[in-house]
Nanobody
């Protein structure tokens, strides 16, 4: 069982920056592909970014490519989402998720474990 706890959300001005963190509770974290998703009110949960277990390949939604960066530190069992130049359209609850295996996973159903979410609000 993997427990994930997100932090770092809050209010940020458009064009600013924010870094989200997701701490995992298990030593098997380093073997897990990790992802970030988000869900705005009235909308479905959508893919943001994912990173392989080995701190290797990363994949992004087109809407955040070039602005957001996913990374992980397996020595700290933590995955990060650096959000640069956010816009009000990035306002949502952000969730981190862990999968058992796979690469480039973009669907929520491909992930087995989820955090509780952290709210990000971008003001114009």
């Amino acid at each position: 069982q993997v427990q994930l706890v997100e932090s770092g959300g809050g209010l940020v001005q458009a064009g600013g920056s924010l870094r989200l963190s997701c701490a995992a509770s298990t030593r098997t974290f380093s073997n897990s592909p990790m992802g970030w998703f988000r869900q705005a009110p009235g909308k479905a949960r959508e893919f943001v970014a994912t990173i392989s277990w080995s701190e290797g390949p990363t994949y992004y939604a087109d809407s955040v490519k070039g602005r957001f960066t996913i990374s992980r530190d397996n020595t700290k069992d933590t995955v990060y989402l650096q959000m640069n130049s956010p816009t009000p359209e990035d306002t949502a609850v952000y969730y981190c998720a862990a999968a058992r295996t796979g690469l480039g996973l973009r669907l929520p159903r491909e992930y087995e474990y989820w955090g509780q979410g952290t709210q990000v609000t971008v003001s114009s």
